[in-house]
């Protein structure tokens, strides 16, 4: 058939039939155009100072931060200094309160020392009356005529 194909003119002659969708055909690299790189370059800074501008937001709102929380800080140690001033003052007026006092502290320290010896005599002589009271019972004390001579000493 191909002889016979080439026997006929060109008019009649079958060409193969080429399906342009399934063929790609080859494209010579093309520099961008300048204007295209252009573009890109603005938009890749404009990006790039977003993303920078961003970042120093960032940092300066941490920095705004840190100014506050030191600022807070500041007044709380102000605070402290304050009560701990209150404190020293009371301080020193309980110790002056405590110096007036001390004299009546000393005088309650004898009258409890002078009590307890007069209880400790109380014993003494409660002990002794009680060695005693076979004597009276054998009527060699009279406990009556003893008590009106000490309560008519008195």
Do not use: W
């Amino acid at each position: 058939m191909a002889a016979a194909a080439e026997g006929l003119p060109a008019a009649h002659r079958e060409e193969p039939v080429r399906d342009d969708a399934a063929v790609e055909t080859a494209e010579e690299a093309k520099e961008p155009a300048e204007a295209d790189i252009n573009e890109l370059c603005r938009d890749m800074f404009s990006k790039m100072a977003t993303y920078l501008t961003g970042e120093l937001t960032a940092t300066s709102e941490d920095y705004k931060l840190l100014e506050n929380m030191n600022k807070l800080t500041s007044l709380k140690y102000l605070e402290m200094k304050d009560i701990a001033i209150n404190i020293s003052r009371n301080l020193k007026d309980l110790n002056q309160k405590y110096a007036g006092l001390q004299p009546y502290l000393d005088q309650i320290n004898v009258i409890e020392e002078q009590v307890a010896a007069l209880e400790q005599a109380a014993y003494k002589l409660d002990a002794y009356s009680k060695k005693l009271e076979p004597y009276s019972k054998l009527g060699l004390i009279d406990y009556k005529a003893l008590a009106l001579k000490c309560g008519s000493a008195g």
